[in-house]
């Protein structure tokens, strides 16, 4: 018997057993269907057993709002307004509004401050360190961290938890700045720099290395504009992301999926490819989302209805979708992880958009090219077993309960018992009683046998007891949340002495150790992030422009090539607890008690005028800090490109030579100056003769008698005498180098044009 095998059967033998020799193509790991079985599997995993969490969130929110008469729906599974009789009053006494006002307020006190600290004592590592802590104000700013970190305070102290999510926008409508092109000097060949820079800062067609600016044929310079983007930080709820099931710590958790609402208006204005291919919805289909999305119609209105989050999510008209970004961790299959985003419930659609790399690996890497998942998670107050925290509501909600029912309870006393009433006889000719003031009663003596005069009964006294055991019930909160009077602002009475105070803060404020760690740790990974990028993504060079208090300015410039070593970053000792007013009088107070501090000192005392908001007192002083500032920061530029062939670094006379003095010290003990002065000694000649110059000007002259030799004790009218008179509001001079003589084997002073 033949064996007939078709061209099919042929091929499906091929595909199992394939030859010798023959190539097995990879299975491709951006497949669209295998991307979205992966995307459904982990989607479920993560959001349906959820309930149990956004239950909890819910109940503190609508708390919160003052919406606390509410009772979970047995089947349903939503909060809805308890059932009582019309005539049962349903007051709110919202003790916690007022808790997470008092902690928000108490956590916006903190200023948190990140110090970068190098791994090695390689150089570069070293100068990255550096960089990393001069620019931590400018990467603050610019990610907006002042109204994130509000946003994040609000979903911690309220749900437990805060997330932050960093990337990095890359808008070409954001930043722009203009790369001029060059021409080749031999061949006239037209480049952009990066072109000559990859083929070895030689002319890609003829090998040349001399090159002049490329112009239009107008004269202008040619070139084209460059958006480098920008970095940007956004705080989620709880409801904005979802991880897997049975993680204890969110560095554990293998994914995240992000998750927010598009209207199609959204998609209007920045994709309008995809609107043809998306099944637009009225309502989210997760529950997540509709919780979230039904935050916005949140309030105290819901006695005697039944609101849903379900008809809340949905009163809008417009049309939009639901759209999942997730993040997978590096696995065998994806070893630098997995970014992708799909929109819609019905009919999801995976997004494939070559622009942005998607679907592809981290997008994010740090200097060693590992990738960066983005986020970062702080709780409230941490429940063993647990990733998610738990409120600093939770434990108030049967207190304030009970509260609002004793109100309850006082407000149906005074309505039914407390009221005085009138006895009216029949026949007395009354009808009613108004109750205005001055009001006349008529009535008739002869009825009901002489006995017709109206009487009025006096109602009950509310039981002194209830308002004890009110106070009682607002006390309990306090202990139970930490929102002591002296956290909210509230000096207790009888307590005058500023240890006293401090030390009523400092055990009030210990409450909250656990909460001041879990947020400065966020932060501290978020700011990691945040450089990492900056390094990425980040221009060749920034410019910072620092404020003084008098409006005093000076710039400041970094260079993206300093941030290529290594680092690390840690909280600043101190930074994430809360700096009150009292607390630092309170410090400063003890200090100088023990003598630790000089205020004659320039900068201990401008320190000091600060923390007491008195700067505008010696607006002087704050004018020489700036001048010095501008003009060591015009030293490096020159250092870097001289456009002039004399140093800027000069001395003219209406500087404070004692101020110029600390700066100058300060400046060249940097991580940065050093590492200039030890390569360029050229650099060393200057710094060393300007140094000598302040010195000069500095040490008070002698006066010298008629027979040339100078006197002992007394001081010439002028010069150095006249310049210390003019430091008088910076300190005094004596514990200043003295002396006019050069030192040994260093230059002449150098005097600056005045």
Not at 488 to 515: D, N
Not at 619 to 636: C, G, K, R, S, Y
Request: glycine share 8%; with cysteine.
């Amino acid at each position: 018997m033949a064996l007939d095998i078709s061209m099919s059967s042929q091929q499906g033998f091929s595909d199992a057993f394939p030859t010798e020799g023959a190539e097995m193509l990879p299975p491709n790991p951006y497949d669209s269907k295998k991307l979205l079985d992966l995307f459904d599997r982990l989607k479920r995993e993560a959001f349906d057993n959820r309930w149990v969490y956004e239950r909890d969130w819910l109940r503190d929110l609508y708390y919160t709002a003052g919406r606390q008469w509410i009772m979970l729906h047995p089947t349903r599974r939503e909060w809805v307004d308890k059932r009582l009789n019309k005539w049962v009053p349903r007051p709110v006494t919202n003790k916690m509004a007022e808790t997470v006002q008092s902690i928000r307020t108490n956590l916006a006190a903190i200023n948190l401050s990140v110090v970068a600290r190098p791994v090695s004592h390689d150089t570069q590592s070293i100068a990255a360190a550096e960089i990393a802590d001069q620019m931590a104000p400018l990467i603050h700013e610019e990610h907006n961290m002042n109204q994130v970190m509000r946003e994040a305070d609000f979903w911690l102290i309220s749900t437990g938890n805060a997330v932050l999510q960093t990337s990095w926008d890359l808008d070409a409508r954001i930043n722009r700045t203009f790369i001029p092109f060059e021409q080749c000097a031999a061949c006239g060949q037209v480049y952009p720099p990066q072109d000559i820079v990859n083929a070895g800062q030689r002319c890609p067609q003829c090998g040349a290395t001399q090159f002049i600016p490329a112009q239009n044929p107008d004269g202008s310079p040619m070139g084209e504009y460059k958006a480098f983007g920008k970095g940007k930080t956004s705080a989620l709820s709880p409801f904005e992301w979802a991880v897997a099931p049975n993680i204890t710590r969110f560095d554990d958790v293998p994914y995240l999926i992000r998750l927010r609402w598009r209207d199609k208006h959204w998609f209007e204005a920045n994709r309008p490819d995809l609107i043809h291919r998306i099944t637009w919805e009225k309502t989210p289909q997760d529950r997540s989302l509709q919780i979230f999305k039904s935050l916005t119609m949140m309030n105290d209105i819901g006695t005697g209805t039944q609101f849903s989050y379900l008809n809340a999510a949905g009163t809008d008209a417009g049309e939009g979708v639901t759209e999942y970004e997730l993040w997978l961790k590096p696995t065998p299959e994806y070893p630098e992880g997995l970014v992708m985003r799909v929109v819609g419930d019905k009919g999801p659609l995976l997004l494939e958009l070559p622009e942005e790399n998607l679907p592809g690996p981290f997008p994010y890497k740090d200097i060693e090219g590992n990738p960066i998942f983005p986020f970062a998670h702080a709780q409230y107050e941490h429940v063993g077993g647990r990733l998610h925290g738990r409120s600093a509501l939770a434990p108030l909600i049967q207190k304030q309960d009970q509260l609002n029912q004793l109100d309850s309870l006082i407000q149906l006393i005074i309505q039914r018992m407390a009221n005085p009433v009138w006895i009216m006889p029949e026949g007395a000719g009354i009808d009613h009683l108004t109750g205005e003031p001055g009001l006349v009663i008529k009535y008739n003596p002869l009825a009901a046998g002489g006995n017709a005069k109206p009487e009025r009964l006096a109602g009950m006294d509310v039981p002194a007891s209830l308002y004890s055991l009110r106070e009682q019930h607002i006390k309990d909160i306090e202990e139970l949340s930490g929102a002591f009077d002296i956290i909210k602002g509230q000096k207790p009475a009888g307590i005058e002495a500023f240890s006293a105070l401090q030390l009523l803060v400092e055990r009030s404020q210990s409450r909250f150790t656990a909460v001041f760690q879990s947020r400065g740790e966020m932060y501290r990974k978020w700011f990691g992030v945040a450089i990492e990028l900056e390094r990425q993504f980040g221009p060749e060079q920034r410019v910072m422009a620092v404020v003084g208090p008098n409006r005093g300015y000076t710039f400041r410039h970094f260079e993206n090539a300093q941030l290529q070593g290594q680092v690390a970053f840690q909280i600043e000792d101190g930074s994430n607890m809360p700096k009150t007013a009292l607390g630092k009088r309170s410090a400063i107070e003890q200090a100088n008690q023990l003598q630790l501090l000089d205020p004659s000192d320039p900068d201990q005392r401008y320190a000091l005028l600060q923390n007491f908001g008195l700067t505008d007192l010696v607006p002087t002083l704050n004018f020489h800090v700036q001048t010095a500032l501008q003009l060591q920061d015009a030293f490096e530029r020159w250092i870097e490109a001289p456009d002039t062939p004399a140093s800027p670094l000069v001395i003219k006379p209406w500087f404070d030579p004692h101020i110029h003095w600390i700066e100058r010290i300060k400046w060249l003990n940097t991580d940065k100056m050093r590492e200039i002065i030890a390569t360029r000694p050229e650099v060393e000649d200057i710094v060393t003769a300007h140094l000598q110059q302040l010195m000069l000007l500095l040490a008070p002259p002698v006066q010298v008698g008629p027979d040339g030799k100078p006197l002992q004790g007394t001081n010439a009218p002028g010069g150095g005498q006249g310049m210390t008179n003019s430091n008088r509001e910076s300190g005094a001079t004596d514990t200043l180098p003295g002396g006019n003589a050069p030192l040994p084997n260093q230059p002449q002073a150098m005097m600056g044009p005045m």
